[in-house]
């Protein structure tokens, strides 16, 4: 799992991968839910002027070397996307030309040697070093460091814009010029003139004069959920319609710029905190539905603090984001969930970057100490431990990734191999072929995960309580085979690391069943007046 930055920079890299595949376009093609508001625009201008400038940079020169029968990689070396350092290996992930390396490599640089844009890569300056691109990475930097909404008028850390970590990330805000009114407070004088709370209820029964929030939610125990997560958490997507030819359409990328503005992720269909009808089929909802479903008067009390590239190391740099108020807000279910990051990394020797259980240890008692000075009391802190990712290369590294579909010429284990070697892979330790090193990554990630588990048996907060959970894959990859399905149809396969959508639903599945059984005081009553809350304010203002 990359820092988010370079997870953006590396997406463009399968862009490029992908032109080595040549296919007639599919005729049709399911593509992800899109909203038809009014921040389409701003999404459409923003991936427009984003497309236009890189084709003006890149276009003619890519369409120069393809022309001349240079594969993707040849492409990739040339406008220094990929880079050779001295003593380093090549890197390429298609087979190597006839001719020597070399040689063909000083060729395509004379069909592109007046190109302005080696000026830059030349000069050790980045793509944001461009006059053009420098102030929209500026903006699209901040918009990730900051994990708060780009557009919120009151600064209640809520929106009514749904990306750039609006309410696909935490609920609608429903006043955005009152930074009283926001999702998980409770209600300001019953909600009798305003829906404080944004759960789509209030006013007063005109029958008896009792308002409807007092009378359908108070001693329901409302509550939300948070989840402290990394790109897992956030459901890191690259669709394979994408970067795979034969199944593109011009519905192909239809969702490209939400995906673009939510920094590739798909918060609003993840777990923990998805609010969309899911996309994949099966009858398993997320956390959040089902907090919702047992009491209605949950209704958009969600949170998805979940950066690409998050860690116990780096959580105090955006936990700031996450919206409570101990005085004046309902109580909170907190899930923290950084499954990978702590072990993996790019690194071409990625052991010494690993954190220890004792720095895991100081990291987490400094997060909980935040959390306690910040939940209501009442609240629930729920630890994930970290996987045993072994099962990616055991499951993966003999079949063809989507860049190699066609030809058969690409499989996972050489993918994997070419990420390592530009060490920009999301988890070298794992994605490896080394039989060693991927026994090491699971032994320091039980190793943490014990750690998680000690602290949850022995420290005691004022404001919450404190457990643990295996996160238990083996578990869902039973289930799923249960179904008749492959252990394989579980993971991402664009980048073949992160779980899809499909195993982030039985995840959240196993999660609510654990947490029903052994801890039924986490998740509240169930709600008898649902019925009435559904009868009087319908789908309470949708999310």
């Not at 039985?506 to 947490?515: I, M, N, Q, T």
């Amino acid at each position: 799992m990359q820092s988010p930055w370079k997870i953006l920079m590396v997406a463009p890299l399968f862009l490029l991968l992908s032109l080595q595949s040549s296919a007639f376009p599919a005729n049709d093609d399911q593509s992800r839910p899109s909203h038809s508001n009014g921040h389409t625009c701003v999404e459409k201008l923003f991936l427009k002027t984003t497309c236009y400038l890189v084709i003006d940079k890149f276009g003619s020169d890519i369409i120069k070397l393809l022309s001349a029968d240079m594969n993707a990689d040849v492409v990739c070396h040339t406008l220094e996307f990929c880079k050779q350092n001295t003593g380093q290996p090549l890197c390429h992930l298609y087979p190597l030309p006839k001719e020597t390396w070399k040689f063909t490599l000083q060729k395509a640089r004379q069909i592109v040697k007046k190109s302005p844009i080696l000026k830059y890569s030349r000069s050790g300056s980045d793509i944001c070093s461009l006059p053009v691109l420098a102030k929209i990475c500026q903006k699209i930097k901040l918009a990730i460091e900051q994990s708060v909404p780009f557009k919120d008028v009151d600064s209640d850390k809520y929106s009514i814009f749904p990306t750039l970590r609006g309410y696909h990330w935490r609920g609608r805000d429903c006043n955005d010029s009152d930074e009283s009114v926001y999702p998980g407070r409770r209600p300001d004088n019953w909600d009798v003139h305003q829906d404080s709370n944004c759960n789509g209820i209030w006013g007063v029964d005109p029958k008896d004069g009792v308002p409807y929030e007092k009378k359908f939610c108070e001693g329901s125990q409302p509550r939300g959920i948070i989840l402290l997560g990394d790109s897992a958490g956030a459901h890191f997507h690259i669709s394979p319609e994408w970067i795979t030819a034969s199944q593109m359409s011009l519905n192909s990328f239809i969702n490209l710029p939400t995906a673009l503005t939510n920094e590739l992720d798909w918060p609003q269909l993840s777990g923990a905190t998805g609010f969309l009808d899911s996309t994949v089929g099966i009858k398993e909802k997320s956390i959040y539905l089902r907090l919702w479903k047992r009491n209605h008067c949950n209704h958009r009390d969600y949170q998805n603090i979940s950066r690409n590239g998050a860690s116990s190391r780096n959580l105090k740099k955006f936990i700031e984001s996450l919206s409570r108020n101990k005085m004046l807000d309902y109580p909170a279910i907190v899930i923290y969930a950084m499954i990978g990051n702590d072990v993996c990394s790019g690194k071409s020797d990625p052991v010494p970057a690993m954190t220890t259980p004792e720095k895991l240890c100081s990291n987490i008692m400094q997060t909980l100490k935040h959390l306690n000075s910040h939940l209501p009391n009442g609240s629930h802190v729920i630890f994930y431990g970290l996987p045993d990712g072994t099962f990616l290369w055991d499951n993966l590294h003999n079949r063809y990734h989507p860049l190699g579909q066609l030809n058969k010429d690409v499989t996972y284990a050489q993918l994997y191999s070419f990420l390592n070697c530009l060490q920009v892979s999301p988890c070298h330790g794992w994605m490896s072929s080394n039989k060693t090193l991927r026994t090491l990554t699971s032994e320091r990630a039980e190793q943490l995960s014990n750690t998680l588990k000690k602290i949850a048996a022995s420290e005691k907060f004022t404001n919450f309580n404190l457990f643990y959970m295996d996160f238990a894959f083996h578990e869902i990859i039973q289930e799923w085979q249960k179904r008749g399905g492959q252990p394989w149809q579980l993971i991402e396969p664009v980048d073949g690391f992160h779980p899809n959508e499909v195993a982030l639903l039985l995840l959240a599945d196993h999660f609510w069943e654990k947490v029903q059984l052994q801890w039924p005081q986490i998740l509240g009553k169930e709600n008898p007046f649902n019925p009435q809350i559904k009868q009087v304010f319908g789908d309470q203002g949708g999310h």
